[in-house]
Structures are given as C-alpha cells and as structure tokens.
Nanobody, 119 residues
C-alpha cells in the first residue's frame, strides 16, 4: 500500500501560480504511473497530468502549456506546477499512484487539496 499526502493548495488570483506536492509513504520503485486528478463541484473527477515510470508525461488539453508534472524520487514526492491559473481550474486536486501487476491495477489516492482561482 501507499499513503499519499497532498499539500500546496489554496486561493490564488487568475494568472497566478501554485505548486502542489504529494508525498508518498514509500518509494516509487514499483509505481507504474503517477498522476494528478481534479474534481470540480458537480463534475466528474478528471485526469490533469500523468507521468509513467519511464518519464513520459500526458496532460489534459485544458492544461497543456500551463501545468507541469515532475517527481523527486529521493523525496518520494510528485509535484504539479500550475501556472497561468484560470477560474475554471478551481477544484479539489488529488494525487494518484497506480501499480500494475499482471492483469491487476492498484490505485492509491491522497485526501485531496483545494485549489481556488478567484479575484
């Protein structure tokens, strides 16, 4: 199992920046995918950014060019740098790790951190 703790959320004005952090309880050695998701009120949870164990990244179209996912294996931490924030980025952001063992996938989630973009 993996325990995940997010931090870094808050209130920011449109055009501002935030960096979210997600600290894991163990190394990413067996983790196949690290990801950030978000869920706005009344909407389904959606993928924001993901990084494979090989370092390949994938972003939602709505955040391409503005958000960047990164990792620090020495700290067992994954980050989401968010720039040029818009009101529509307001949501609870969740960290996710996925382990793939044969035909099974194991997903672990953090508790979420609120990001509010408003003037």
């Amino acid at each position: 199992q993996v325990q995940l703790v997010e931090s870094g959320g808050g209130l920011v004005q449109p055009g501002g920046s935030l960096r979210l952090s997600c600290a894991a309880s163990r190394s990413f050695f067996s983790i196949n995918v690290l990801g950030w998701y978000r869920q706005a009120p009344g909407k389904e949870r959606e993928l924001v950014a993901a990084m494979s164990s090989g370092g390949r990244t994938n972003y939602a179209d709505s955040v391409k060019g503005r958000f960047a996912i990164s990792r620090d294996d020495a700290k067992n931490t994954v980050y989401l740098q968010m720039n040029s924030l818009k009101p529509e980025d307001t949501a609870v952001y969740y960290c996710n790790t996925r382990e793939i063992k044969g035909s099974y996938e194991y997903d672990y989630w953090g508790q979420g951190t609120q990001v509010t973009v408003s003037s």
